[in-house]
């Protein structure tokens, strides 16, 4: 509270600030009209005042005092962003088995109700004290002006907030799937959430038009992995340099949960055999076994001179090998 607290002060002395200049002013101001008034008439202060029957004068100490609560906000809100994230990153170097991404997701979003909290005081104190508002908020209260300017939309993107955080949908730094947009979680807030994809765009969701989601991180991730082989080659000396390949990556990875085997022929077709390795591995990091995979497959097939699809084919005329049968009868 002390945020919000130290904002309101600071509002408050702006007044006391502003309204002393005021009050000099305005002291300067009869003492010019006082020693002029007799020889130039109407003073030019007098003259500035009430333009559309405003006070220009207060017109002006009024939008200072706007900009300087604005300015006042801005910077609690980068101030208090900065603290949130040390005093979070601290907790994740003191306890070793807290979950990182978590951690990740109670600061963006500790941070995500701070902001919108030193906003609105903000807003309130601008309507109530410099605009005049107080008895408008007072009768309608802050949650009917919300529902008046058409915050319906703004308040269904937090609800949906709250709750992909209490059913624990995703969090920062989760690959995620919504809507065909694929990416990294980068920040989760309680109205919108950011994703980051291979390319480095980034995407901006509202929460409320989030309806299906795929976690492509929760549980372990299958590696799957064809291999193409001739007609033409060994099968069993296929088979042989396979499994030593697996063993091969077997020793260059850690995050194996099933270690990879061959399955054996998957597929027969006109165009040669398929086998297939399959294993499992920890979220996020199937398809970098899969590419090991595929380049020791390579140098091996090659040092054992095994085909993976045959480099000769026989094309035959149709009307040829016709002809060539009604010659023979």
């Keep these: 509270m002390f945020p919000f607290y130290a904002l309101h002060c600071f ?3 702006c007044d006391l600030k502003l309204f002393a200049m005021q009050r000099q002013t305005c002291r300067h101001e009869v003492f010019l009209t ?20 405003l006070d220009i004068l207060d017109v002006l100490i009024n939008l200072l005092g706007i900009l300087l609560i604005i300015l006042a906000s801005v910077v ?5 962003s900065f603290i949130i994230r040390k005093l979070f990153e601290k907790q994740k170097a003191l306890k ?7 951690v990740d997701t109670a600061t963006t979003l500790v ?5 919108y909290a ?16 107080k008895s408008v908020l007072a009768t309608a209260g802050i949650g009917g002006i919300a529902i008046g300017l058409g915050a319906q939309s703004l308040i269904s993107d937090v609800l949906s907030g709250f709750f992909i955080v209490m059913e624990d949908q995703y969090v920062v730094g989760d690959m995620i799937t919504i809507d065909g947009l694929t990416g990294t979680v980068e920040q989760l807030e309680l109205r919108v959430t950011k994703l980051r994809n291979f390319n480095g765009d980034l995407y901006i969701i509202p929460n409320s038009q989030i309806k299906k989601v795929i976690n492509h991180t929760r549980g372990n991730k299958a590696v799957i992995v064809d291999i193409p082989l001739a007609y033409s080659s060994d099968i069993n000396k296929a088979f042989e340099t396979v499994n030593r390949v697996c063993n091969m990556v077997k020793g260059q990875f850690d995050t194996f949960t099933e270690e990879p085997k061959l399955l054996g022929i998957t597929n027969m077709d006109k165009t040669g055999m398929v086998m297939r390795v399959i294993a499992k591995t920890f979220p996020n990091k199937q398809w970098e076994v899969e590419r090991a995979i595929r380049k020791l497959v390579k140098e091996e097939f090659e040092k054992q001179g095994l085909e ?9 005329d149709r009307e040829l090998v016709n002809g060539g049968d009604a010659g023979a009868r």
């Design 34 to 53: 006082d020693r002029t008034e007799e020889t130039i008439g109407l003073g030019f202060t007098d003259r500035i005042k009430n333009v559309f029957g």
């Design 111 to 115: 941070i995500s109700m701070f902001k």
């Design 308 to 316: 993976f699809f045959d480099r000769t084919k026989i094309v035959m």
């Design 11 to 13: 509002a408050r002395l």
């Design 118 to 133: 030193v906003y609105i005081l903000a807003g309130v104190i601008i309507l109530s004290d410099k605009l005049g508002l």
């Design 76 to 80: 609690i809100v980068r101030i208090g």
């Design 96 to 102: 070793h088995n807290i979950n990182e991404k978590k």
